[in-house]
Antibody, heavy 125, light 111 residues
Framework: QVQLQESGPGLVKPSETLSLTCTVS????????WSWIRQPPGKGLEWIGY???????NYNPSLKSRVTMSVDKSKNQFSLKLSSVTAADTAIYYC???????????????????WGQGTMVTVSS | QSALTQPASVSGSPGQSIAISCTGT?????????VSWYQQHPGKAPKLMIY???NRPSGVPDRFSGSKSGNTASLTISGLQAEDEADYYC???????????FGGGTKLTVL
């Protein structure tokens, strides 16, 4: 069973960079699309962006200027960096795997079947 | 304001059926069969319940079903159980540069 685990600082100062890592266990990071999704306290979900195992990325335009995602296949990990954070970036951050279907399991569905437990990041001085 | 519109709350008694709607546009829900639904219990990560409008992942009870008509998708839960009380979110692929959009979420209360 695939498991995802987010890790990183729980407190970040305003204007600094938020850095999180997602470690994938029970399966390979290869051949899948991996996303970051966040949820402000008491609010809904927001897709931040995805990274393909090859390194290709696509970011939410609302965050694109501040987001960088990267992958480390040797460690089965992928990472998120969000720069110039403000209080509005306070949220639970989830990493998630995208569903692939079809006879070769290579058809994207833009749905997420495996999620990390989430990590709360607070932006405060 | 979320890209997809869901009712803030719905309720039902055990054994009853309820439906949660998710309204978008022809650029997302209406234009593609990439609608998914998630269940989220307090303090937990979302759980995928439906993908591609009506497909259930392995392990999801067949009490949960999905459908779509025009720009509105729906999640129907039949035979409501106490454990179904949770927040439910819809999501869709969008042809806009955002790629993936979510609804604002619906709180289901089992009376």
């Amino acid at each position: 069973q695939v498991q995802l685990q987010e890790s990183g600082p729980g407190l970040v100062k305003p204007s600094e960079t938020l850095s999180l890592t997602c470690t994938v266990s029970g399966g390979s990071i290869s051949n899948y699309y991996w996303s970051w999704i966040r949820q402000p306290p008491g609010k809904g979900l927001e897709w931040i962006g995805y990274m393909y195992y090859s390194g290709a990325t696509n970011y939410n335009p609302s965050l694109k200027s501040r987001v960088t995602m990267s992958v480390d296949k040797s460690k089965n990990q992928f990472s998120l960096k969000l720069s110039s954070v403000t209080a509005a970036d306070t949220a639970i951050y989830y990493c998630a795997r995208e569903v692939l279907s079809g006879p070769n399991y290579d058809t994207r569905n833009y749905a997420f079947d495996f999620w990390g437990q989430g990590t709360m990041v607070t932006v405060s001085s | 304001q979320s890209a997809l519109t869901q009712p803030a709350s719905v309720s039902g008694s055990p054994g009853q059926s309820i439906a949660i709607s998710c309204t978008g546009t022809s650029s997302d829900v209406g234009g593609y069969n990439y609608v998914s639904w998630y269940q989220q219990h307090p303090g937990k990560a979302p759980k995928l319940m439906i993908y591609e409008v009506s497909n259930r992942p392995s392990g999801v009870p067949d009490r949960f079903s999905g459908s779509k008509s025009g720009n509105t998708a729906s999640l129907t839960i039949s035979g409501l159980q106490a454990e179904d009380e949770a927040d439910y979110y819809c999501s869709s692929y969008t042809s806009s540069t955002t790629l993936v959009v979510f609804g604002g979420g619906t709180k289901l209360t089992v009376l």
